[in-house]
């Protein structure tokens, strides 16, 4: 199975463990995690920064990969604000996918579609229905 791992630079160590849990059995879409572009390009305004034709491409291979997945984990150790996550998930809804939030989720509305898992043991089960 395809699978888009979703969260914070914060939680990059979570995201790691999963990923080499998941990736015996799974395919991981997306390494997005390598480079943390809000550190790494030095402009002097946020204007500045989003007109970096770097940031079309994140979103683009972001959006392709999210496409082409088959399921998205929302990594969220801890209830917490998200940004670009909160828009990935966004986008794997739109697009029919399911979502897992494995975690703690913040209450919002806009998280009823996910499914839900506070612990691995919930996690792989979750998974499980999933497998073909």
Same mark, same amino acid.
């Given at each position: 199975?395809? %699978?888009?791992?979703?969260?914070?630079?914060?939680?990059?160590?979570?995201?790691?463990?999963?990923?080499?849990?998941?990736?015996?059995?799974?395919?991981?879409?997306?390494?997005?995690?390598? #480079?943390?572009?809000?550190?790494?390009?030095? &402009?002097? +305004?946020?204007?500045?920064?989003?007109? +970096?034709?770097?940031?079309?491409?994140?979103?683009?291979? $972001?959006?392709?990969?999210?496409?082409?997945?088959?399921?998205?984990?929302?990594?969220?150790?801890?209830? #917490?604000?998200? +940004? =670009?996550? +909160?828009?990935?998930? =966004?986008? &794997?809804?739109?697009?029919?996918?399911?979502? %897992?939030?494995? =975690?703690?989720?913040?209450?919002?509305?806009?998280?009823?579609?996910? %499914?839900?898992? $506070? #612990?691995?043991?919930?996690? #792989?089960?979750?998974?499980?229905?999933?497998?073909?």
């Amino acid at each position: 199975m395809k %699978i888009y791992l979703a969260s914070s630079f914060r939680f990059v160590k979570d995201v790691l463990a999963l990923q080499d849990w998941l990736q015996s059995k799974h395919e991981i879409v997306c390494e997005w995690w390598h #480079t943390d572009y809000k550190l790494e390009l030095k &402009a002097e +305004n946020v204007n500045e920064w989003f007109a +970096n034709p770097i940031i079309k491409v994140i979103y683009q291979r $972001s959006l392709q990969a999210i496409r082409e997945c088959d399921l998205l984990i929302f990594v969220t150790p801890e209830a #917490t604000k998200f +940004n =670009g996550a +909160n828009v990935e998930v =966004g986008m &794997a809804l739109a697009l029919g996918k399911p979502v %897992i939030a494995y =975690g703690h989720l913040e209450k919002s509305g806009m998280y009823e579609p996910l %499914i839900r898992c $506070s #612990t691995f043991d919930e996690l #792989t089960l979750a998974l499980r229905e999933f497998e073909i």
